[in-house]
Structure formats: structure tokens, C-alpha cells
């Protein structure tokens, strides 16, 4: 029976790893892949402590065929990734599992190791699920980061970066309204033109306006000039960027 529940055990947490490796990667859930996967992790993980030598090489193998075999992207960017993640979620895991049985002070031989097991199976849900709504908050908010151009009032081009933002729906006089730092603003010595009355979580605020024109640099090349106004915001001081375009400021508008 020990073996049995060796490999049970084993196949239980391999699955779990997998599914949230998949989860985390957003790709489609296929239990077949899932299932193999987990076998081929279950019966090395039962067979480990019988294996004289070439033990940690052949982890690292069939962990990188494990990953082939769940990755949703089937490109070499897709499956380093897949594997990235399934590294990150299976040391959360064991991290989880190691931290609890400490903590209560239970022992690999104890009828409590599974409350453990539950334990981590908790830490490395809740840690990783974080971790990974973190990264893509990280990479989406790269991929709207662009680098721009402040015309100043002289005439001289001031480099920043620009956030475009599809919440962003100010508009003054009928026209859209980005929002600009008062680093921005300085750098680039623009004058005041007037307020615009915004609605901020503290209420509603008379914030400074601004004329502004920038140029701003799309992907693939593509770049735009807008002539538009901007209100001043220390909302946006010490940003990696100086400028919050308006939702009609995207790259696919017109």
C-alpha cells in the first residue's frame, strides 16, 4: 500500500503544478496532457530514492518534457516560459509544504504530513496567483508604455514616456484631455491655459491645464503628433512615465 500511496501522493501534487502552470500561462486546459504529465512526474518522484546516481539530471529532463508536454504556446518562447513558471509555482509549493510542517513541527513519517501538503497546496495557490496577476500587470502596462516627445515653448523637443491609458475619457470643450506630471510640465515650460474641473477619488478638483504638443512613438515605427491640451497631476510624479494619454490617443485611432 505504501507504494500505492507514494504514487498517488506524488501524481496528486505533480497535477496541481501543472494545472497551475497552465492557469498561470492562460492557456486552454487539456486534462489528457495534464494527466500524463502528472504520471511521468508520479512514478520518477516514486522511483527517486532508489536511483544510485543521475538523479538531479534526470529531474531536470523529464520536468523540461512535462512542460512540453502542458505548454499551450508550442513556440521556444512558449515552452521557456511554461517551464519558468512551472520551476516558480513547484519551489511555491514545496516552500509552502516545508514552511507548515515546521511551523507545527511535523515530521515526512506523520499521519499530519498531508495537512502540511494542504498547506502548501494554499501558500503556492494564493503566493503564485499574485505572482503571476503581478507579471502580466507588469508586462501589459509595458506594452501601452511609449516613448514620446514634449514640444516645448521654444520650439525644443523634451524626450519622456507616455502611458496610454483606455480609462482615461477627460475632455475639455469637447476635446480629449491627457494628463501630464509637473516634472513634465517644468521640463518642458509650458504655461497654464486655465482649470478643468476633474472628479478625483477625493472629490472633485480644479486642475491647472496645460496646451500640449507631443509626439508620440507607436510600435512597428508608427508615430503621431497631437496638438491637445493636458491638466497638470502630481498623481503622476514619480512615474516611469510623464504623460497619460486620453482613450482616443491609442495607437489603432484615427
Same mark, same amino acid.
Given at each position: !500500500? ?5 504514487? *498517488? #501522493? ?7 503544478? @501543472? ?29 527517486? &530514492? ?15 518534457? !512535462? ?8 513556440? &521556444? ?12 509555482? =513547484? ?15 511535523? /515530521?515526512? $513519517? =506523520?499521519?499530519?504530513? &498531508?495537512?502540511?501538503?494542504?498547506? /502548501?497546496?494554499? @501558500?503556492?495557490?494564493?503566493? /503564485? ?26 520650439? +525644443?523637443?523634451? +524626450? ?12 475639455? %470643450? ?7 506630471? &509637473?516634472?513634465? @510640465?517644468?521640463?518642458? /515650460? ?17 486642475? %491647472?491645464?496645460?496646451?500640449? $504638443? ?7 515605427? +508608427? #508615430? ?11 498623481? *503622476?510624479?514619480?512615474?516611469?512615465? %510623464? ?5 482616443? !490617443?491609442?495607437?489603432?485611432? %484615427?
Amino acid at each position: !500500500m505504501y507504494i500505492e500511496f507514494v504514487l *498517488l #501522493n506524488n501524481f496528486a501534487v505533480n497535477y496541481l503544478v @501543472c494545472y497551475l502552470t497552465v492557469k498561470a500561462t492562460g492557456g486552454a486546459i487539456k486534462q489528457r496532457l495534464l494527466i500524463l504529465a502528472a504520471a511521468i512526474g508520479a512514478v520518477f518522484a516514486a522511483s527517486y &530514492p532508489a536511483l544510485k546516481t543521475g538523479g538531479f539530471i534526470i529531474k531536470i529532463v523529464l520536468s523540461a518534457v !512535462m512542460c512540453i508536454l502542458i505548454a499551450t504556446q508550442r513556440t &521556444p518562447r512558449g515552452y521557456l516560459r511554461t517551464l519558468l513558471i512551472f520551476y516558480l509555482v =513547484s519551489f511555491l509549493f514545496a516552500g509552502g509544504a516545508l514552511a507548515v510542517s515546521e511551523f507545527w513541527g511535523i /515530521g515526512t $513519517d =506523520s499521519g499530519l504530513l &498531508p495537512l502540511a501538503v494542504a498547506g /502548501g497546496i494554499l @501558500c503556492a495557490v494564493v503566493i /503564485g496567483e499574485w505572482t503571476v496577476k503581478e507579471i502580466y500587470r507588469r508586462s501589459r502596462s509595458e506594452r501601452h508604455i511609449y516613448d514620446a516627445e514634449l514640444i516645448g515653448q521654444s520650439g +525644443r523637443a523634451y +524626450r519622456c514616456r507616455a502611458y496610454y491609458d483606455s480609462g482615461n475619457a477627460l475632455y475639455g %470643450d469637447g476635446k480629449p484631455v491627457a494628463v501630464i506630471s &509637473p516634472e513634465g @510640465c517644468n521640463r518642458a /515650460g509650458l504655461i497654464k491655459s486655465g482649470t478643468l474641473a476633474v472628479r478625483t477619488v477625493t472629490g472633485i478638483r480644479n486642475l %491647472d491645464l496645460v496646451d500640449l $504638443d507631443c509626439r508620440i512613438y507607436y510600435a512597428r515605427g +508608427r #508615430n503621431k503628433i497631437y496638438h491637445t491640451r493636458a491638466v497638470i497631476s502630481e498623481s *503622476l510624479s514619480g512615474r516611469e512615465y %510623464d504623460i497619460l494619454l486620453h482613450r482616443d !490617443m491609442g495607437e489603432d485611432n %484615427d
